[in-house]
């Protein structure tokens, strides 16, 4: 029933671009544009702070654009360092494939409030509520830019847009004819390899593509959890890899030169380790994500129907399951989603931008049976009032209706940019926004087995239907200007205050009036001599010396989610970027990032997040040789986010370098990239692999 509902689906945005295709009438077919010089500066589109095209400087949000020509040079190595050079954005490498990432607050084993895009095609995944990165179904080379939009987006995007959004948006065919070949290999087992192909054919623009990864796991860390209280061993597992094949198509068919009707579909797959707040899980190699989607786009008005297909199963490699076995997670979502957008000219003064969209998804979830589907919709509107050639005043809003919550949510937002010249912006934002549960938080349903020394006692995880949506208020100021040698400044100042957060907690311990049942190793369960144990503080009670003393109120019992309450994150970020000086662009910035301020939550419970974050990066290119370099440092991070295991990450700095050289009148390159350089033992969350030195070379070939 899945499969055919899938194909159904498919066929009818296919008859759907056909239909839309037949109605219009034809037009002059779009010339390929020219090769342009490559110091050429290009103006910067953006389209995600506000879902309509305008400069950077215009943008209502602190934005930062990478474009392709900078994810070309940047040394690197995934997703995660790429982003990693964004001020404000706390990237999380766990595992060779497991990468969370959140924009101005603390990140953790499953980021939950960062949307990421794919032209326009949502990658967070509702069921547990974030994103796999290694579900991009296409190659770097294909992305046209990157915009990090560092905020709440919901009162554009909806929910789970509460700290920012991720858009990543691809080269049309047109922008990519000929063929491309990659090849590369190196350090840690790492062999990769990509082809695509484009062409134009009068009106029709293609595309296809396929690209595959592979990569055995890091090291694994040993000895006593830093700052663990009481002391903690790391757990001794058999850590995994990663392979990830992927395929991509797309065809455009420009209709008019107005309007453009896209078809597209693809498969990305992966295996590998995933952290989570109970333990590692192992995902399956047959793990993967498929979709299909229909893109119209006429001027200013956009139409999106697309279809996600996630067919998944994992096991945990530390907690077993009430029947003593690993514990399982087979996890299969199928989502929906029709969408469209238009802005409006009103007069002189007004720019309306406006939409809607309907979003229904099918879960078959193995520890949260209960949790089915989910179905939502919203609508939004926005003004950009012209106040005159200096001052623009942005005031929109957005009503989103999703269960399970009770009620609907409003999310608004407002922003005042004042540019006492075109090159300078002067911005004051208000935002409010907001993430639902999952259905992992609203309806888990399982019982684990906690390792006690050499004894298992179960514990119960439930869900809680009860959970409210976590909201967010933000407060930001903020500058971005480009003086005469096209030197680009930004500058922000922020305050989030966010409520409700969901928190997955110790709900119940064992002590007097819960005591743990009673079973001789290795059946679930302690002898009955230590039973007695569970009726005493630690440290008391010496005929349990054996074990600590006393056990009432140490071994948890119950698990579930909660709503908690008040986090307070504040900051700033300071950006300058030279994106062409003849051969040479380079970039600096920095965040820095106060304690948050907890309210009605024990602050030793929550993430912290790094006080200070600096990214520096150069590149010289001058066609024939290209080198570039970037070096990352991190402060210190505190992590409660894993069951009831707390303590802190050092600072780092990981140094990337990259050279090249291309050949054949430039058909032919050869490079070698080396991530962290200088092999410094670098852990980004307390659970995570040790990320070494990985040095890789590469040949690629374009006809």
Same mark, same amino acid.
């Given at each position: ?10 066929m009818?945005? $296919?008859?759907?671009?056909t ?14 544009? /020219? ?8 103006e ?11 400069s ?16 070309e #040079?940047?040394p690197a ?8 050079n ?21 990140t ?15 990658l ?15 190659n ?7 915009? &990090? ?22 080269k ?24 695509s ?5 009068g009106?029709?623009g293609?595309?296809?593509? &396929? ?5 055995d ?16 061993s790391y ?15 797309r065809?455009d ?8 009707? #896209?078809?597209?579909a ?9 952290h ?11 793990s993967?994500?498929?979709y ?21 199963? #994992? ?11 690993p ?16 802005t ?7 720019? $309306? ?16 049976p ?8 919203g ?16 005031i ?19 922003s ?5 010249t ?8 208000y ?24 004894f ?30 096209g030197?680009?400044?930004s ?21 007097p009036?819960?005591?743990p ?13 230590l ?22 109120g ?9 709503n908690?309450g ?20 380079? $970039? ?35 066609g024939?040789?290209?080198?570039? /370099?970037n ?17 802190s990450?050092?600072a $780092? ?11 054949l ?5 050869? #490079?070698i990239? /080396? ?15 040790i ?13």
């Open positions: 029933m899945r499969t055919r509902t899938r194909w159904l689906v498919a009818a945005g $296919f008859a759907l671009a239909a839309l295709v037949a109605q219009e009438p034809g037009g002059p077919a779009t010339e390929p544009p /020219a090769d342009e010089p490559k110091d050429q500066i290009e910067v589109i953006v389209v995600t702070a506000s879902r309509t095209e305008q950077l400087n215009e943008a209502p949000a602190a934005i930062t654009v990478i474009d392709s020509r900078t994810i #040079s940047i190595d995934d997703y995660g360092d790429l982003l990693r964004v001020p404000g954005l706390n990237v999380s490498q766990t595992s060779a494939r497991d990468i969370n990432m959140t924009a101005r607050g603390s953790n084993t499953l980021s939950t409030s960062q949307l990421v895009l794919l032209d326009g095609r949502s967070y995944l509702d069921f547990f509520g974030f994103v796999m990165w290694d579900f991009l179904p296409v770097p080379a294909e992305i046209k830019q990157i915009e &990090a939009v560092r905020g709440p987006g919901s009162a554009v995007w909806g929910a789970n847009a509460m700290t920012g959004v991720v858009n990543l948006i691809t049309r065919p047109r922008e990519m004819v000929g063929t491309s070949l990659l090849f590369g290999g190196g350090e840690l087992g790492t062999l990769y390899g990509s082809l192909h484009a062409g134009v054919s009106k029709l293609y595309k296809v593509s &396929a690209g595959y990864y592979e990569q796991p890091y090291d694994r860390p040993t000895g006593v959890v830093p700052g663990s209280n009481p002391p903690t757990p001794d597992f058999e850590n995994s890899g990663t392979e990830q094949p992927k395929i991509d198509l065809l068919y420009d209709v008019r030169e107005d309007a453009v009707l #896209s078809v597209g693809g498969y990305a797959g992966t295996d590998g380790i995933i989570t707040g109970i333990g590692p899980f192992d995902i399956d190699k047959s993967n994500l498929s299909a989607k229909a893109d119209w786009s006429q001027n200013s008005f956009h139409f999106h129907l697309f279809a996600n297909f996630l067919d998944a199963d #994992s096991v945990n490699l530390l907690t077993r399951g009430s029947d003593g076995q514990l399982g997670f087979a996890f299969a979502t199928d989502t929906y989603n029709l969408e469209a957008a238009n409006s000219v009103v007069g002189s003064h007004n720019i $309306f931008t406006y939409g809607a969209n309907y979003r229904w998804s099918d879960f078959d979830l193995e520890i949260a209960e949790g089915t589907d989910k179905k939502e919709w609508v939004f509107l926005q003004d950009e009032i012209l106040l005159g050639d200096k001052v623009r005043w942005l929109g809003g957005r009503y989103d209706d999703i269960e399970p919550l009770e009620d609907g949510v409003f999310t608004p937002r407002t005042l940019l004042i540019s006492p075109p090159n300078h912006t002067f911005r004051l934002s935002n409010e926004a907001f993430r639902t549960p999952s259905a992992i938080n609203n309806y888990l349903d399982v019982t684990i087995l906690n390792q006690v020394g050499p298992l006692l179960p514990a119960r995880a439930d869900g809680n239907v009860e959970l409210v949506e976590e909201s967010m208020v933000a407060y930001e100021v903020g500058y971005v200007g480009t003086l005469d040698n030197l680009n400044l500058l922000a100042a922020y305050r989030n205050e966010t409520e409700n957060s969901i928190d997955f907690y110790v709900q119940r311990t064992y002590g009036g819960n005591l049942p009673v079973g001789i190793p290795p059946a679930p369960g302690v002898p009955p001599q039973v007695p144990c569970f009726l005493f503080a630690p440290g008391t009670f010496p005929p349990c010396a054996a074990v600590g003393g006393g056990l009432a140490v071994v948890p019992s119950d698990f579930s989610y909660r908690i008040k986090t307070t994150d504040q900051g700033v970020e300071f950006s300058l970027e030279q994106r062409a000086l003849g051969d040479w662009s380079w $970039f600096f910035n920095a965040s820095w990032q106060d304690a948050p301020e907890f309210e009605g939550v024990s602050a030793d419970d929550q993430n912290v997040p790094p006080e200070w974050r600096g990214n520096l990066g150069i590149s010289f290119d001058n024939g040789f290209f080198a570039s /370099a070096v990352n440092y991190q402060d210190e991070a505190y992590w409660a986010d894993v069951l009831n295991v707390r303590g990450t050092d $780092f700095t990981q140094v990337n370098v990259a050279a090249g050289v291309r050949l009148d430039e058909r032919m390159t050869l #490079s990239i /080396a991530a962290n350089v200088f092999d410094e033992d670098v852990q980004q969350h307390i659970f995570g692999d990320i070494s030195r990985k040095v890789t070379g590469q040949v690629g070939f374009r006809f």
